[in-house]
């Protein structure tokens, strides 16, 4: 072995940013981390490379360079992951250890696969409450993330089943890694799946339950209404559990309706009298209630005629072509609707000639004009607005 290759073996202290390691180089190229705060640690492989000694570390795409020669006293180096990047200091603090225990193996199936195909590496996830919920559970929600992968690669993790709340030891977690295997989607899974071998998976699956259990009834209105999120989680290393204060971004897109996914196998109905009230009080007995039940929204949730759950968004899927004569609401608030989605859904059924005469509670101008942009844009005629706040009447033809 070289002369660098003799300094560099023992223990290190290595400081990079904000975070402090311990390094144990043992002189038949292994070498090991460990973090004392936490006492989380990983293992790798050094070996030396003309003018740099290299580190290359199991279940990890980081990339370490430590520069020749060694210099105990004041070494430096290079260090590359997904959470930082740039120079690294360290200093010897003891001379080579007694050799350990012999380390795990890692499973030859996994050994040569690169690191973007771990089962955490994926690129965007998508989570939408009413995806695959099974008949005997209608009233809850889906417990499925769909993973998409840089290769274009999606598959679906089901976090009730799949994840664990284990709380893992350092030892374990390497275990966990080292011994994955390939599963579906050709990525590679961890013996375990906990929040410290998946943290990215598990920050989503976190989000997902806190909509869920911190405001359920806004959190019911998206879900009738068919939203979906997707959540954008950002670069964490296996081997930790995610931080209590990760950041997981949200964008709402359309996901599949509680109302439409309910009547998508049944037959669309006729409208009682041909006429459809569209939700936000007053319903009565001689037409058809369109009513999402959203408690948020000050509207009934009990005792409705002739009810249909649902909001104006699912309209085209509830009911049949050409089937409503008249369309009508009182009370009904301007946020509680998807106008877009809303008034596209009701030209799908409106009966030509068709009438609309809608009161909906408006806060600004805006929210008025936007009204009326919605109707025409969807081919309604003779569109009009009048009044403000809780007056606004909108008048129209189909």
């Known amino acids: 072995m070289s002369d660098d290759g003799n300094k560099i073996a023992g223990r290190w202290s290595v400081s990079f940013k904000k975070w402090k390691w311990i390094y144990t180089f043992e002189d038949d190229g292994k070498v090991s981390w460990v973090d004392p705060l936490n006492n989380l640690g990983g293992d790798g492989r050094w070996a030396e490379n003309g003018k740099l000694i290299n580190l290359t570390w199991y279940g990890s795409e980081t990339k370490e360079s430590w520069y020749r020669p060694i210099v105990p006293e004041k070494q430096s180096g290079w260090y590359a992951a997904d959470y930082g990047t740039g120079n690294f200091q360290a200093k010897k603090i003891e001379a080579p250890v007694a050799p350990r225990a012999p380390d795990l193996s890692v499973n030859p199936e996994i050994a040569k696969l690169p690191w973007s195909r771990y089962v955490d590496q994926f690129s965007s996830q998508l989570y939408d409450m009413n995806y695959k919920i099974p008949p005997d559970k209608s009233f809850a929600y889906s417990s499925i993330l769909r993973m998409t992968y840089d290769d274009g690669t999606e598959i679906e993790i089901d976090f009730e089943k799949e994840l664990s709340n284990e709380n893992l030891s350092s030892k374990e977690v390497q275990d966990a890694l080292v011994r994955g295997s390939l ?53 964490m290393p296996a081997g930790a559990p995610p931080p209590s204060t990760v950041k997981v971004g949200r964008q709402r897109v359309n996901g599949v309706s509680r109302a439409g996914a309910r009547a998508a196998g049944a037959p669309r109905i006729k ?62 608030r301007y946020v509680d609707v998807n106008w877009p989605r809303a008034t596209q859904a009701a030209a799908r059924v409106m009966a030509p000639g068709g009438k609309v005469s809608m009161n909906v509670w408006t806060i600004e101008t805006a929210e008025q004009q936007a009204l009326k942009t919605a109707f025409e844009a969807a081919g309604f005629k003779n569109v009009k607005v009048v009044g403000e706040g809780a007056g606004t009447i909108l008048t129209a033809t189909f």
């Open 183 to 235: 599963g579906r989607g050709g990525r590679i899974f961890p013996l375990k799946m906990t929040a410290a071998t998946v943290p990215r998976i598990w920050a989503a699956r976190d989000t997902a339950l806190k909509i869920q259990n911190g405001d359920f009834e806004a959190f019911a209105a998206v879900a009738l209404a068919g939203v979906a999120f997707i959540l954008t989680i950002p670069a």
């Open 271 to 332: 409208p009682v009298n041909g006429k459809v009230n569209v939700g936000g009080g007053t319903e009565n007995s001689k037409v058809t209630n369109l009513n999402p039940i959203n408690p948020n929204s000050g509207g009934p949730t009990t005792g409705i005629p002739n009810h249909v759950l649902g909001g104006m968004e699912d309209m085209g899927e509830l009911f049949e072509a050409g089937s409503v004569r008249e369309m009508f609401s009182n009370k009904l």
